[in-house]
């Protein structure tokens, strides 16, 4: 696969503002809104298409040697996609080094789990794009946001940022909006079934964050696509099931502004449901699989239409490609077989 071509960051809100604001400046004030600009994809493709992976819940494990086999697998067919299928960058959804994030941005973490993992020649030069979830929280996420300072591919330029993604050869445009769900919702410890977040650390904080995400859909009206995306999942049928607050904050956002799809991990496995005309996009089985559906019930009647959480399954990923005529979600398990495909048509058709 040819290297990605060079994506421009943009920051109209407030162009002269840092990476990381300085102390006395609020991060929420910093880095409000970015623009991803892409014109071709990383492959060439004539047929004018936007790729990317999305991986949620990869972050390896806190002991030697820092990684589980299925975070190594599914890290080498996440390259061998992205050169047959595409991928212009990877959608990083949280859960990014279990089990309590990392201490400072010099943690070995981010080599052991990250960049000594995802090596294949098809992700060479691809950036992601990451998000923090729970686990992260539970450690420093400022560090992971300084580490985009050290590292030419991670890219995590505030707890909460949108990009901007223009189709190749149209004048279509997409937009994805890079949610804190933790931020928006409260911390969750992971261990209990169904655990809910347990409410906003900072609600001025929070109000903030759900005052950005009104005004962003609000902007996106003229976009072909919008994808919204974020740790915590909107309705899931496994362990965590769906999430009150996202059901009270978020859903009837998304429905309102007629969103193309929510995508998120916490989750570990595969899924994808659809109400209300959105679409729900779990991928959470980036490290860990579980099978069990204990809220099965919990979700609209129907909505379910693809669950996948084999745990003899070497882990799997979602591959999104945008074009203009439709978005094409395809869930592949890392031994490279296709799952689920589904199509999504565009908001203004």
């Not at 299928?85 to 990392?102: H, I, S």
């Not at 010099?106 to 995802?118: A, C, G, L, N």
């Not at 089985?285 to 559906?293: K, L």
Request: with cysteine; net charge neutral.
């Amino acid at each position: 696969m040819s290297p990605p071509c060079p994506l421009s960051l943009l920051s109209p809100a407030v162009p002269s503002c840092p990476l990381l604001s300085p102390p006395q400046m609020p991060a929420l004030l910093c880095l409000t809104a970015l623009a991803l600009v892409t014109s071709v994809t990383s492959g060439g493709d004539p047929g004018g298409a936007l790729t990317f992976l999305a991986l949620g819940d990869w972050g390896g494990v806190p002991d030697p040697p820092f990684v589980t086999p299925r975070q190594v697998a599914t890290a080498a067919t996440m390259g061998q996609v992205a050169s047959e299928r595409g991928g212009d960058f990877v959608l990083a959804l949280g859960d990014n080094f279990y089990y309590e994030g990392v201490r400072d941005e010099w943690d070995p973490r981010f080599q052991d789990t990250f960049e000594r993992v995802f090596v294949s020649p098809g992700l060479r030069g691809v950036p992601w794009y990451v998000m923090a979830g729970n686990h992260d929280h539970a450690g420093n996420v400022t560090a992971q946001l300084r580490y985009s300072r050290h590292s030419p591919r991670w890219h995590f330029p505030h707890p909460y940022y949108t990009l901007r993604l223009h189709i190749p050869g149209s004048n279509s445009s997409a937009r994805l909006l890079v949610l804190d769900t933790v931020l928006l919702c409260g911390h969750s410890d992971d261990f209990g079934l169904g655990d809910i977040p347990e409410g906003p650390r900072d609600a001025v904080a929070a109000g903030a964050h759900l005052a950005w995400l009104r005004a962003q859909l609000e902007a996106a009206a003229g976009d072909s696509f919008v994808l919204v995306a974020g740790h915590y999942p909107v309705w899931s049928v496994a362990k965590h099931g769906p999430t009150p607050c996202l059901l009270r904050l978020l859903r009837p956002l998304l429905r309102r502004h007629r969103v193309t799809a929510y995508l998120c991990g916490h989750d570990h496995n595969l899924q994808y449901l659809e109400e209300g005309g959105v679409g729900y996009i779990l991928s959470g089985a980036g490290n860990f699989m579980e099978d069990s559906r204990p809220h099965e019930r919990s979700v609209p009647p129907g909505s379910l239409r693809f669950f996948f959480g084999s745990p003899a399954s070497p882990g799997g990923f979602a591959h999104l490609r945008l074009e203009p005529g439709a978005v094409t979600v395809t869930f592949l398990e890392a031994t490279g077989r296709v799952l689920h495909r589904v199509t999504l048509p565009p908001r203004h058709p």
